[in-house]
């Protein structure tokens, strides 16, 4: 019981971290504009993300522009917007494994394919993890070399948005789900845990033949 609720609990953690990687693919809030000016009023703030980017004026209103151009974009974005379709397609096959392989579930039966083909959902989860540090780790870079490179304009400058922390809180959720899911499926299970027939003993009849209702 101890092993299926870990294995329920690694999961959740993935498909929490999974949905999390959505959000960050979809948000445009990957780099935001730093203020850094001696001027802090500013009018405008600029978002941008994957698939837009945006800008926020001082009253509220905001005005959002998709790319326009795939081939024009920089290198960290296409690569971004590859990676985290990937990661959200096979975050959906990793959830069909591992529903299909676990405990709670009688798709297949007890033993030990039913074992491996959750040690497969949990590393495809891993893998989902991996592949979606790649563009976090990128875009940051990108952001503090700028940030700190001195012939960059002021203007020019961005930080760290909002996407690329929840991408990191995603990425942990799907590592550690994923090393769960793989660990519990690692241990010992009882594989007696079919149902067993008994059968009621033959007696024979007066005439000396055993009655056929004894027979299960």
Request: net charge positive; hydrophobic share 50%; with cysteine.
């Amino acid at each position: 019981m101890t092993s299926a609720a870990v294995e329920i609990l690694g999961l959740g953690l993935g498909i929490l971290g999974w949905v999390g990687v959505i959000l960050a693919c979809g948000l445009p809030m990957w780099q935001v504009s730093a203020f850094i000016d001696v001027n802090i009023v500013v009018a405008q703030t600029i978002w941008e993300g994957l698939w837009m980017n945006c800008v926020v004026q001082s009253t509220g209103q905001m005005q959002c522009k998709v790319y326009d151009s795939i081939l024009a974009l920089p290198p960290e974005v296409q690569a971004g917007r590859a990676l985290t379709v990937i990661v959200a397609l096979l975050g959906l096959v990793a959830l069909m494994v591992t529903v299909v392989g676990a405990q709670c579930t009688n798709c297949i039966r007890p033993g030990k394919m039913k074992s491996r083909i959750v040690i497969a959902g949990g590393a495809i989860y891993i893998l989902c993890g991996v592949l979606v540090l790649i563009p976090l780790c990128w875009f940051a870079n990108i952001v503090i070399s700028d940030f700190y490179d001195p012939t960059v304009p002021s203007s020019k400058k961005r930080e760290m948005g909002a996407a690329l922390y929840i991408g990191w809180a995603a990425t942990a959720l799907l590592l550690f789900g994923g090393c769960l899911i793989c660990c519990c499926s690692c241990s010992p299970r009882d594989d007696t845990s079919f149902p067993v027939k008994y059968s009621a003993p033959r007696r024979p009849t007066s005439n000396g033949e055993y009655d056929k209702k004894n027979y299960v």
